[in-house]
Nanobody, 124 residues
Framework: QVQLVESGGGLVQAGGSLRLSCAASGRTFSAYAMGWFRQAPGKEREFVAA????????YYADSVKGRFTISRDNAKNTVYLQMNSLKPEDTAVYYC?????????????????WGQGTQVTVSS
């Protein structure tokens, strides 16, 4: 089993920044891609960003491209999401997730391990 624990959420004004962290345990962290997803009230969970096993490839949703940066530190079994220029529409619970299989995974149904989520609220 894989355990994922997010941290770093909070309340920030529009235009501000937050950095989310996700600590992983339970399998060889460096062998798998990792992803961040979010779910706003009344909406479905959506893809935000993914990073491949060594951090060399990243992929972003159009809505966050140029503002968010996903990265990982395999020595610390941790994946990060740096969020800049935050907007009120970024308000959501943010989830870290790990896929079932090897390879670069960007689709929500490819991810089967989920953290408990961390709330991000952006005020206008």
């Amino acid at each position: 089993q894989v355990q994922l624990v997010e941290s770093g959420g909070g309340l920030v004004q529009a235009g501000g920044s937050l950095r989310l962290s996700c600590a992983a345990s339970g399998r060889t962290f460096s062998a798998y891609a990792m992803g961040w997803f979010r779910q706003a009230p009344g909406k479905e969970r959506e893809f935000v960003a993914a990073v491949n096993w060594n951090g060399g490839s990243t992929y972003y949703a159009d809505s966050v491209k140029g503002r968010f940066t996903i990265s990982r530190d395999n020595a610390k079994n941790t994946v990060y999401l740096q969020m800049n220029s935050l907007k009120p529409e970024d308000t959501a619970v943010y989830y870290c997730a790990a896929p079932r299989d090897w390879g670069f995974r960007t689709k929500i149904d490819e991810y089967i391990y989920w953290g408990q989520g961390t709330q991000v609220t952006v005020s206008s």
